[in-house]
């Protein structure tokens, strides 16, 4: 079948469209910035009519680059960051759209972890945290409750944009199992679970699920007008970003793992059942039986951004180099024999509630590249705490590594010597964009199912080999790096909650 994909990728801050032909080759991609919000602190929102405004103008841009015809594009895909909140009205306007940088919520999900964190684990195979969208529902409920009094349904990012494009206000069952609103592995909502959250009385605005690859709708007129697209265009149901990224990196198969390093440490393991003793933060299912346990938290590429942002941006516009080879350039020039300050990427989150990031152990000698490569180490340094939680026996030996890291060869070596891994890399840059697409093929009737479509549209092109020398230097300031954060801890954690059990507390101090 001759014709062209689009998928959409919706992180915390960029909503990227990419035109794919059907072997998965990117032929245009264009990105619109969707502005970020914090009107208190821990707080970061976004506008969800803002967020459909930059999607439809990026689909709009990359048919334009392209050159192509909406008529021409087969179906519709689309990703976007799990959890969080978007909460749209009867008439499909946006009340409220938290994201999952969101800290908010982080005593009322310590308050469920501390309740009823077992429980729901043993049900839906997550553990409660602040930007969880169960737990954001519930804070809400509490704290606004004339937003919640004018809610009509509750969505996940990805699905404003599929509401955008086709009018439907649903899900998908990447998404919501990756919420941990559904109980596993049955894939449907439990009240006995809601009750747990202690959202039953809401379930009235809980979306209706639909498989990941599934039409769920056509491009509206309306959305023909915006985007370029033709009326009728079948729209999927669309991903939840880490499996779109995994995907289109070229992972699909159980016995696999993937690593992405975007805004989130994304680290997972897919197997063809449910762990029987859950340790993972989250558990999520690509198709219908494959089934995948994550570790993740805001804690990585996101920091690099802030370092370029806060330190390097002027420095970089004044010369006209790209502020992030710029941060290349000073890491390259750093001595990795040198004793390098530890870097903690917690800006965001961390490993236990209060914790923050930032350097430890500098000198007045460190230079500016001796911090920035002390980053590269200190989030993947992260990466590696939650491999240990997912993996404690060291079974998984290569992963496929996408995201900001992937970008850059030193910092994609750092990560092969910090994890003791065989690292591949993907042929394609828009990860999750070419997920969301492998997603529409599926629905256009290309391919049978996610591993059809992942042989046919996604490839590996590199593979990073540990060196065993920098492996033995990473491994001895990890220690150093784990030393700093566990000492750390008891400074950073808040006092304790009447009743609280800290074991939750604890374990998490595993992670990064």
């Known amino acids: 079948m001759t014709g062209y994909l689009i998928g959409v990728d919706a992180g915390n801050t960029m909503v ?67 959890n969080g909140l978007y909460l749209l009205d009867a008439e499909g306007r946006g009340l409220i759209g938290i994201q999952s940088m969101d800290n908010r919520a982080e005593t009322l999900a310590s308050q469920i972890a501390a309740e009823h964190g077992d429980e729901i684990l043993s049900r839906a195979q997550s553990r409660p945290w602040p930007a969880m969208t169960p737990v ?31 009018g ?21 909502y439990d009240d006995a679970l809601l009750r747990l959250y202690g959202i039953e009385g809401l379930k009235h605005v809980l979306p209706e699920p639909a498989q990941s690859d599934a039409v769920v709708g056509h491009v509206t007129a309306a959305a023909a007008a915006v985007t370029g697209l033709a009326e009728g265009t079948p729209v999927v149901g669309g991903l939840f970003d880490v499996l779109a990224s995994t995907l289109g990196a070229g992972t699909s198969h159980a016995g696999e793992a993937s ?26 299912v690509l198709g219908r039986d494959t089934w995948v346990s994550c570790e993740c938290s ?60 930032g350097f430890s152990a500098m000198g007045a000698w460190h230079s500016r590249g001796d911090m920035v490569r002390a980053l590269y180490e200190g989030v ?26 992937a970008k850059s060869e030193l910092w994609a070596q750092i990560f092969a010597d910090a994890l003791g891994m065989t690292l591949r890399l993907s042929d394609c840059a828009e990860t999750g964009a070419r997920g969301a697409a492998i997603a529409a093929a599926i629905g256009a009737g290309l391919f049978a199912d996610f591993d059809d479509a992942t042989q046919a549209m996604a490839r590996h092109v590199e593979e990073i080999t540990p060196c065993p020398a920098a492996q033995a230097l990473l491994d001895a300031r990890y220690r150093r790096w784990c030393a700093y954060r566990d000492a750390l801890g008891a400074a950073w954690a808040p006092p304790k909650l009447p009743g609280f059990d800290s074991r939750e507390t604890q374990e998490r101090t595993s992670h990064g």
Not at 141 to 163: Q, Y
Not at 261 to 282: D, K, M, T
């Open 16 to 82: 990227k469209a990419a035109l794919f032909d059907t072997e998965g080759t990117t032929l245009a991609v264009a990105s619109r910035g969707s502005e970020t919000l914090q009107p208190a602190p821990g707080f970061v929102e976004r506008d969800p009519d803002g967020l459909w405004q930059a999607a439809s103008g990026a689909i709009r841009d990359c048919l334009a680059k392209a050159g192509i015809d909406g008529a021409e594009v087969l179906a519709v895909g689309a990703a976007g960051h799990g």
């Open 136 to 166: 954001l529902l519930r804070w809400i409920a509490e704290n606004r409750p004339e937003i919640m009094a004018r809610a009509h349904k509750a969505l996940l990012c990805k699905d404003v944009i599929v509401h955008g494009l086709t």
């Open 168 to 188: 439907r206000m649903g899900s998908e069952v990447s998404d919501l199992a990756g919420a941990g609103l559904l109980a596993l592995p049955a894939l449907d």
């Open 259 to 284: 690593i992405v390093a975007g805004s989130w440490s994304i680290n997972q393991v897919f197997a063809e059942h449910l762990p029987a003793e859950p340790r993972a933060l989250l558990a999520s």
């Open 298 to 357: 805001p804690t990585s590429a996101a920091n690099l951004e802030w370092f370029v942002q806060t330190f390097l941006a002027d420095e970089a516009r004044a010369t006209g180099e790209d502020p992030f080879a710029l941060c290349n350039r000073l890491a390259v020039g750093a001595d990795p024999e040198k004793d390098l300050p530890v870097f903690h990427p917690f800006l965001y989150a961390g490993p236990v509630p209060g914790a923050r990031g």
């Open 380 to 405: 993947a340094f992260g990466h590696r705490a939650h491999f240990e939680i997912l993996d404690p026996d060291r079974r998984f030996r290569f992963a496929t590594l996408s995201g900001g890291a």
